[in-house]
């Protein structure tokens, strides 16, 4: 889940209130204060919020119950029967803070939803009552015996929260879908909007709830109406969230999701924050990484001016954000079908992203360059791309790229940085073909850069990807100027099998002389 994220430190402190409050609970054994009405009223009003922050608040507590459940599998495993009933005290707090909560902010619920309300409480004080009657024996056999009984039934309080949670969540989701039918009003619509974004950001689970709830219908309706003309972007923004699971690409193909896109990014009376959020849309639909791209039939009827529109907005992106948004969405696009990479070459594409790179206000990360070279990479497999690389200097842009390094030690951004590399090599390897652009990279020392990749893991972060494209590349720029390396280098990287220069640079202790 998205609250898995978070700092622990921070997480401590947003919880501290709740599991105080759950504390407090054990010392009265669960029973509730009562108050005086009007009391009652002002604390009610004292603690509105939005209905953003009353999901958030479900899901913390939700998250807590969770975490304790499996606390208690574990406790149960070692055998540590005190620490099982006190964790499952606790959870039986949590379970009845948590429905007390949501009654509190909720309009209303459901029959069903107290059917299971009634349930999960019963299990929870039942689950009580054994783990306090485990304390009374010692006798290993008896515990024993009694352990099995406790895994059921902490499996099925585990199942009636869930079958709770799943309910509450879509009971949510289903409000919030109304407000936005029913309500014209743009502050009300808004707010169910943000709400929705709020719950597709705790992960693909929740993103399949609003999409079988017809999420994707109902804000693909709100961009078809010029009065929400200035809840675009975060509509979009929404809408690309929960398109990454496959419920949500099948309601988008069944509303004319593509073609709503392809008008919002051909129409230039929209803003750039529009057409970057629609094209943040187009880049999660045709990721590579999802399976369920095939059905995107109307994709292919639209791709030409979809293309088009995205390469303008490369070329008149006004920030990092906004060309890096375009430019993943151009990437994929590539991998999505052969022919956009066609339509690239007719739009002069090569010349323009080239360019932008040179912009360090506008190509300013690994990641935008990533994405740059990612389309190079692909393109490369075009004869007619080698004239327009030399050009429009990109065998020097591909020589920066294979230097690339991050400027921080995060996680993504070295990941990052190693697919520029890798990347950057193979498009070298692949225009290296035509001999003017191996002649310029040979010009540009792009061979002893190559070699060193290989030779020292740590200018390849360790990456055996950067390493084999590296290797790939030194062997066809070899070909065309046997006479740029050292022999030493020739023996070891080219005329073996790659496979075994491969196995010579993984094993290769770097020298520090």
Excluded at 60 to 67: C, P
Excluded at 265 to 277: F, G, I, K, R, V
Excluded at 379 to 401: F, H, P, T
Aim: with cysteine.
């Amino acid at each position: 889940m998205h609250l898995m994220q978070v700092d622990s430190v921070q997480r401590w402190m947003e919880e501290l209130k709740l599991m105080t409050d759950c504390e407090c609970m054990c010392i009265l054994q669960s029973k509730p204060i009562s108050a005086d009405k009007e009391e009652q009223h002002e604390l009610i009003l004292s603690s509105q919020s939005s209905a953003c922050d009353h999901l958030q608040l479900l899901l913390k507590r939700a998250w807590i119950i969770s975490t304790e459940l499996g606390r208690i599998a574990q406790k149960l495993e070692k055998n540590r029967w005190h620490r099982v009933h006190s964790v499952t005290v606790r959870v039986n707090c949590h379970v009845h803070s948590m429905i007390n909560e949501y009654h509190t902010l909720s309009k209303g619920s459901s029959r069903e939803m107290h059917q299971l309300e009634k349930l999960l409480i019963d299990k929870c004080s039942e689950f009580t009552a054994f783990t306090e009657r485990c304390l009374q024996t010692e006798d290993e056999e008896i515990l024993k015996s009694m352990k099995s009984c406790v895994n059921e039934t902490l499996t099925t309080v585990a199942q009636h929260f869930g079958q709770l949670i799943e309910l509450v969540l879509t009971q949510e989701t289903q409000t919030l879908l109304r407000q936005m039918e029913l309500s014209g009003s743009l502050v009300i619509t808004e707010s169910a909007i943000r709400a929705l974004f709020s719950l597709a950001q705790e992960g693909a689970h929740l993103c399949r709830i609003i999409a079988q709830e017809g999420g994707v219908v109902a804000l693909f309706r709100i961009c078809r109406q010029d009065c929400f003309r200035c809840l675009y972007p975060l509509t979009l923004r929404t809408l690309a969230s929960i398109c990454c699971v496959e419920e949500g690409m099948h309601q988008l193909e069944k509303v004319d999701g593509i073609l709503c896109l392809a008008d919002i990014l051909t129409d230039t009376s929209h803003s750039e924050a529009t057409h970057a959020e629609a094209a943040a849309v187009i880049a999660q639909i045709t990721s590579p990484h999802l399976t369920f791209t095939q059905h995107l039939s109307s994709f292919l009827e639209n791709m030409e001016e979809i293309v088009t529109a995205l390469v303008k907005l490369c070329q008149e992106a006004s920030s990092g954000e906004v060309f890096l948004l375009a430019s993943a969405a151009l990437a994929n696009i590539t991998f999505f079908d052969t022919m956009a990479c066609e339509i690239l070459l007719q739009l002069n594409a090569m010349k323009i992203l080239l360019a932008a790179c040179s912009d360090k206000h506008i190509v300013d990360t690994p990641y935008s360059r990533d994405q740059v070279v990612t389309i190079l990479a692909n393109m490369s497999v075009l004869d007619q791309c080698a004239s327009e690389i030399i050009q429009g200097n990109g065998v020097q842009l591909l020589m920066e790229m294979l230097c690339e390094k991050p400027s921080s030690g995060s996680a993504a951004e070295i990941a990052a940085c190693e697919r520029v590399q890798q990347k950057s090599a193979v498009t070298l390897a692949r225009l290296s073909r035509a001999p003017e652009v191996a002649e310029a990279a040979v010009k540009l020392s792009c061979i002893p850069r190559l070699i060193k990749l290989c030779r020292s893991p740590t200018e390849r972060n360790n990456s055996d990807s950067v390493l084999v494209a590296c290797l790939a590349a030194l062997r066809r720029l070899a070909v065309m100027n046997p006479d740029g390396l050292e022999d030493s280098d020739f023996q070891q990287l080219v005329k073996p099998r790659l496979v075994d220069s491969f196995l010579l640079c993984t094993n290769m202790e770097e020298s520090f002389v």
